[in-house]
């Protein structure tokens, strides 16, 4: 995939928020295109497995127990330096230290449950996008 590509997810909690439209808009608005998207639910074991890198944190249960607590909106975003510009549109893990104007800053409620996801490198933006699309899902 290029490295031109973040992958996001609408957290259960922004989506019973009522929060998904508010949020599609502002990353519209901050320039990413929408290249592919689902409005789905992890299982467990799918959210276990996507976090999987954080199975020895103190908070994974917990992690895993809120991810698959309702529906999310999958999605693959473009833009150049997406997966840093991407972060910096949703702003810090915990919005108590998130940035004025921020996703974060304006949806989340606590360091968990914290309304949305951004790939953290392009090599995980490419493994976590793989991982709820087909290629026939995604369109550059
Ligand atoms: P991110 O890259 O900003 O999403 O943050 P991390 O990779 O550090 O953590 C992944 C996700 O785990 C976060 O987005 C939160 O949903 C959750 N998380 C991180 N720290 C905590 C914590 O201290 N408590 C709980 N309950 N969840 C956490």
Same mark, same amino acid.
């Given at each position: 995939?290029?490295?031109?590509?973040?992958?996001?997810?609408?957290?259960?909690?922004?989506?019973?928020?009522?929060?998904?439209?508010?949020?599609?808009?502002?990353?519209?608005?901050?320039?990413?295109?929408?290249?592919?998207?689902?409005?789905?639910?992890?299982?467990?074991?799918?959210?276990?497995?996507?976090?999987?890198?954080?199975?020895?944190?103190?908070?994974?249960?917990?992690?895993?127990?809120?991810?698959? %607590?309702?529906?999310?909106?999958?999605?693959?975003?473009?833009?150049?330096? +997406?997966?840093?510009?991407?972060?910096?549109?949703?702003?810090?893990?915990?919005?108590?230290?998130?940035?004025?104007?921020?996703?974060?800053?304006?949806?989340?409620?606590?360091?968990?449950?914290? +309304?949305?996801?951004?790939?953290? %490198?392009?090599?995980?933006?490419?493994?976590?996008?793989?991982?709820?699309? +087909?290629?026939?899902?995604?369109?550059?």
């Amino acid at each position: 995939m290029a490295t031109n590509r973040t992958f996001t997810m609408i957290k259960p909690d922004a989506v019973k928020n009522g929060h998904i439209g508010a949020i599609l808009q502002q990353i519209n608005a901050g320039g990413f295109k929408i290249v592919a998207m689902k409005y789905t639910k992890l299982s467990a074991e799918k959210a276990g497995e996507f976090y999987a890198v954080h199975a020895e944190r103190p908070f994974y249960g917990e992690l895993v127990e809120f991810m698959s %607590s309702g529906p999310i909106v999958a999605a693959v975003l473009e833009k150049d330096n +997406a997966v840093a510009d991407f972060r910096t549109l949703i702003g810090a893990t915990n919005p108590a230290e998130a940035a004025e104007g921020t996703i974060r800053k304006q949806f989340a409620t606590s360091i968990g449950e914290n +309304a949305v996801h951004g790939s953290d %490198s392009d090599e995980n933006a490419d493994i976590e996008s793989q991982f709820h699309f +087909a290629g026939t899902e995604i369109f550059g």
